[in-house]
């Protein structure tokens, strides 16, 4: 027990550290561990102590499961919604949804590493640049939001970066190399592909900024535009088309997969 007591985080720095704090309260209240917690609510113990020490956004699921485990009455179900709302903008929640279900994945970044393969130091070297008040619950989102790409049946992933993104030092020159070399480390899964588009290409079909797209089992594609203050989600069939063919542009000014690995890595070694 004095190993998971370190983990204990101030409830008042967040609500997500405040649900954390009350399942180590209740947990430890009903005489379970942290495995068994995990065994009764069918997760592991790995995101039982990430969650207590609010570093991940507990799911719906898991927040029910707690209130049946250690019997309180529907309150983690009740504060679930709140932790939500301030860990994803309110714009940006139906996406986070919608990439749940989706077989494909399908995104372009021209500054930086997008957020299913961002590491944890990257993401809070990004917002601690913006400096933002709920930037603890925004890394935490971050990855939360990566465990779709730990499923079987996950979608495909597919990636195309401006060479900018890899010559931006995010967090410093070790923190920009092990994220590099993770971005290397998730093209090892056949279903995660990474293209990066040279400078020497000159301009290309997206230099007005980043966006994403999703590629539904039911249903519309949808695209994500990014901005500075906020996003927007768009069904639009011409909307999505024409994002579809500035995808296929790009894809076509990028290296092929196995040169743009090797460029990611030529980067990393150069940080290194």
């Known amino acids: 027990m ?37 065994r009764h609510t069918f997760c592991t113990h790995s995101y039982i102590s990430r969650i207590e020490s609010a570093s991940r956004v507990p799911s719906e699921e898991f927040a029910q499961r707690c209130d049946e485990v250690l019997g309180t009455g529907g309150m983690f179900a009740r504060l679930w919604p709140v932790v939500i709302e301030h860990a994803y903008p309110d714009w940006f929640r139906p996406f986070v949804e919608l990439e749940k279900d989706a077989v494909s994945i399908w995104n372009f970044e021209n500054q930086v590493v997008p957020g299913l393969l961002q590491t944890e130091e990257y993401a809070q070297a990004l917002f601690a640049a913006a400096r933002l008040s709920n930037a603890y619950e925004l890394v935490a989102a971050r990855m939360t939001r990566q465990h779709i790409l730990e499923r079987e049946n996950r979608a495909t992933l597919w990636v195309v970066l401006d060479e900018n993104v890899l010559r931006r030092t995010v967090g410093g020159p070790e923190v920009m190399a092990r994220q590099l070399r993770s971005v290397m480390e998730a093209t090892e899964d056949p279903r995660t592909i990474v293209q990066v588009v040279p400078f020497d290409v000159g301009a290309h079909a997206s230099m007005d900024g980043p966006f994403a797209g999703l590629t539904m089992t039911e249903g519309a594609d949808v695209v994500y535009i990014d901005g500075r203050a906020r996003g927007h989600i768009s069904a639009a069939p011409a909307e999505v088309t024409g994002y579809h063919h500035a995808y296929d542009l790009l894809r076509a000014d990028a290296l092929p997969p196995s040169a743009s690995v090797d460029l990611i890595a030529a980067r990393a070694k150069e940080l290194s």
């Open 2 to 38: 004095a190993a998971e007591n370190a983990l204990e985080v101030d409830p008042k720095v967040s609500t997500l550290a405040y649900f954390g704090t009350e399942l180590r309260i209740r947990r430890e209240e009903a005489g379970l561990s942290q495995v068994k917690l995990a």
